[in-house]
């Protein structure tokens, strides 16, 4: 076989594939999607896209059918030209999450529980589908899951529905891949932002707090400070040793009182007014500091009272807004220390980067992926595992379970390792603090 020739058709059992994407917006999501699609129409398999998540096929019913246009479109050559670099979703998005009610095991045997996951079921076999190739962040990936062992319970002879999975998060807090798709683009987009920001700060001698989208770990928020420039960069990777406390409070619902972990404010507040100081005696009267958002999931419990939470148990963290809390106690301690004002304006920024044109490098890692879905069910006979990449765009199969907990159904955070090259590049490039060791 020469290393020009075409792939060839392999014989296979599937005839039509279901693509779904669920959770936040990535930039190259479409790359994924329509090379996926494009691998699997070429060896002749049909290819739905489901729309808008999981929120259509939960609501599936013999009176209540998939409707297409609605709840489903025919992927083809058509609808898939030139879309590999366009911004968006071609099929949508929701956070629709049928398996919210399966936190072990032995749910899924619970009529009850499981029915959400069971009427999906039912709604890809009335549609014909032959396997699922699922598209999103750690959420999606708990409720491909909790499909794919929903099935081992079903009557013998019932129809099988293959999964294999995709990781997407402009996070980068995936457990076994090194990047995500969207990533780099959002890295990129957000460091233009901050240095924007840097400049205006400049011009009026003021600061920025820039609270950056990454929930679990610091991944975004390190990415957005190294490219942006940015003087001091702080995520929830950092908030351990003195800048971590315990607190117990009494939960407003239940009555009980608990203990936590959480973030001691007035030492990361302090920190971020050390750079302030510093940088002034430089003659820099201005600067940008980022933030991860997940540092809200660590504030103090008097900080999140009232604060909702969506399917997946996470708080709204965009009506927190942690930038602006943070931002008036460090004007506060700021004046409290040195006796002057300095304005410090809160923003949060993450939602302008999810449907970016995607970058080069994002693309080409996306369309890798979606091939990557074709050629662990076709190629392999795959199911239950994560496509992943390594070194040039090498692809791996990771086993659901090497992933997911399989007795508490909970994914694994892969955080920025504390004092890891990557983790210190930031500290060389931002504000030095500390005092010049004397020369002898």
């Known amino acids: 076989m020469s290393s020009l020739d075409s792939p060839g058709s392999v014989a296979t059992e599937i005839k039509k594939v279901a693509i779904l994407f669920a959770g936040g917006p990535a930039p190259a999501a479409n790359a994924v999607i329509s090379t996926a699609a494009a691998a699997f129409l070429r060896n002749g398999i049909e290819v739905i896209g489901i729309k808008h998540g999981y929120s259509g096929l939960v609501e599936f019913a013999a009176d209540h059918p998939m409707v297409e246009g609605k709840d489903y479109i025919q992927l083809d050559s058509r609808t898939l030209r030139r879309t590999r670099n366009s911004p968006g979703i071609i099929i949508g998005t929701a956070r629709t999450n049928p398996g919210k009610m399966i936190s072990s095991p032995a749910h899924l045997q619970d009529a009850e529980k499981n029915k959400p996951l069971r009427t999906v079921y039912e709604a890809f076999c009335s549609l014909g589908v032959d396997a699922l190739v699922s598209i999103g962040g750690d959420d999606t990936l708990k409720t491909a899951n909790k499909f794919q062992m929903f099935q081992k319970h079903l009557p013998a002879g019932s129809k099988m529905i293959p999964v294999v999975h995709l990781p997407k998060t402009i996070d980068n807090d995936y457990l076994g891949i090194d990047f995500t798709f969207g990533y780099f683009t959002a890295v990129e987009t957000l460091a233009g932002e901050v240095r924007n920001l840097l400049a205006d700060a400049e011009a009026g001698r003021n600061y920025f707090l820039v609270e950056s989208m990454g929930r679990s770990a610091g991944w975004l928020a390190y990415g957005v400070a190294i490219a942006g420039e940015a003087s001091l960069v702080i995520s929830v990777e950092d908030i351990y040793g003195k800048y971590r406390s315990t607190e117990t409070y009494t939960d407003e619902k239940t009555g009980e009182t608990k203990s936590r972990d959480v973030m001691n404010v007035e030492e990361v507040v302090n920190r971020i007014v050390r750079t302030m100081v510093v940088r002034e005696k430089e003659g820099k009267e201005f600067g940008v500091v980022v933030v991860a958002e997940g540092m809200a999931e660590l504030l103090p ?14 708080i709204a963290i965009s009506q927190l807004n942690l930038s602006r809390t943070l931002s008036k106690l460090i004007t506060d301690e700021y004046k409290k220390q040195t006796g002057k004002s300095r304005k410090m304006v809160g923003l949060q920024l993450g939602y302008e980067a999810r449907c970016a044109r995607p970058h080069a490098f994002d693309v080409m890692l996306g369309s890798q992926l979606g091939v990557g879905a074709y050629r662990a069910l076709v190629e392999k006979g795959l199911q239950g595992v994560m496509v992943s990449v390594s070194g040039q765009l090498q692809l791996h199969f990771v086993p ?27 500290r060389f490039l931002e504000t030095n603090i500390n005092e010049p060791v004397p020369k002898k």
Do not use: I, N
Not at 405 to 418: G, H, I, M, Y
């Open 301 to 314: 419990y008097k900080y999140l009272v009232g604060v909702p939470r969506d399917e997946h148990g996470h």
């Open 400 to 426: 659901f379970e090497k992933l997911v907990d399989q007795e508490t159904l909970v994914t694994t955070v892969r955080f920025v390792e504390r004092d890891s090259d990557f983790h210190k590049l930031a």
